[in-house]
């Protein structure tokens, strides 16, 4: 297989910069190591709708994902955010108030954020994208390899994949030092994160007058957000689990019942007959984290491309997660500012 760009990553920045090289006539093969395209942008489906398991928001200010809804034909809707909020103590006790939510103001996208991705994969050459697909290694002089054994010459090749993933490939010419510790020192937005999602016949916290919005000391869920869809269909308050990774591993089970048990504390019994439950653990997919993302982060990194990255093989290899971008670094925006800046590069 032979082609002017390979992109090794199929999350929202491979995407967007396989939608620019396509409309530019740039010839690409875009490899996912997951079954799935989307990267952290996952959901789970219900018979209504879908409710996100990844990223949900994005904000007004953020033109490119304006831009790029208008041009899939997405819509968009406000967070839900009307009524009071509970702040849980260490002791169990709830304190309930009218207030700002603290998301709102927010936006998300009417049937969820897989929505813009089934809408890119759909305007895609079905032959140049290719799930199941991990790469082993890169060659400078041959392209990629992957683990199968097939290889991809190409002319560029694009890791939209986080660095502290990337820093995993085997590369000829080797990483540095040098390269390794800076790539090794990016952390990987939210990967360190678990996110719960309970799903409802009726979002019925709203009738007691509820927005949905909690944040809590006891827990095990430490900030919780009504997750229902566009007019409240799916039915949906999801939530970040505020365990540590360590603790997580090997207990789905259990959290999730005591999940169950702190949405009843919080909104009454009607929260512990859910439709359906669901509990992605981000901190365990080797496609997104690493064993440095175990350690949580507590503000947001200033992320872009260190010196020490760019130019790499010659200026034919090239980063694009969002973790590299030079505005909105972590942030979905950031996904599609970084598939802007490469494809300026590569000439789309």
Request: include cysteine; hydrophobic fraction near 45%; proline fraction near 6%.
């Amino acid at each position: 297989m032979r082609t002017q760009v390979a992109i090794i990553g199929g999350g929202l920045a491979g995407l967007a910069l396989a939608k620019r090289l396509d409309r530019s006539g740039i010839d690409f093969q875009l490899f996912e190591a997951r079954s799935r395209f989307g990267g952290r942008i996952a959901t789970l489906q219900t018979m209504a709708s879908a409710v996100d398991l990844g990223p949900s928001w994005f904000w007004p200010g953020q033109p490119r994902m304006a831009a790029i809804l208008k041009d899939m034909g997405l819509a968009a809707f406000g967070q839900f955010a009307k009524g009071d909020q509970f702040f849980e103590d260490e002791t169990g006790q709830l304190h309930r108030g009218k207030g700002f939510a603290s998301m709102e103001g927010s936006l998300r996208i009417a049937g969820g954020v897989v929505q813009l991705i089934n809408a890119l994969v759909a305007i895609l050459p079905s032959d140049r994208l290719h799930c199941n697909a991990p790469v082993a290694a890169i060659d400078e002089t041959n392209g990629i390899c992957l683990v199968n054994g097939q290889t991809c010459a190409a002319q560029h090749v694009v890791l939209a994949l986080p660095p502290r993933v990337a820093v995993g490939l085997t590369v000829s010419p080797a990483w540095t030092p040098d390269q390794k510790r800076i790539m090794e020192g990016i952390p990987t937005w939210m990967a360190g994160h678990a996110k719960f999602v309970a799903v409802y016949a009726a979002p019925f916290w709203r009738d007691a007058g509820l927005s949905g919005d909690a944040t809590s000391r006891l827990g095990p869920l430490a900030e919780i957000h009504d997750a229902s869809g566009l007019d409240g269909a799916p039915a949906a308050l999801f939530g970040f689990v505020g365990v540590p990774p360590q603790h997580r591993k090997g207990h789905s089970a259990q959290i999730k019942m005591a999940a169950l048990d702190q949405l009843a504390r919080l909104f009454g019994p009607q929260a512990m007959t859910p439709v359906e439950t669901a509990l992605q653990d981000w901190a365990f997919a080797p496609e997104t984290a690493t064993q440095q993302d175990l350690v949580p982060l507590t503000t947001h990194p200033e992320y872009g491309l260190p010196l020490a990255l760019s130019g790499l093989h010659g200026g034919r290899l090239h980063f694009a997660s969002t973790e590299t971008a030079p505005q909105m670094g972590g942030y979905m925006e950031g996904a599609l500012a970084v598939a802007d800046r490469v494809a300026v590069s590569l000439g789309a």
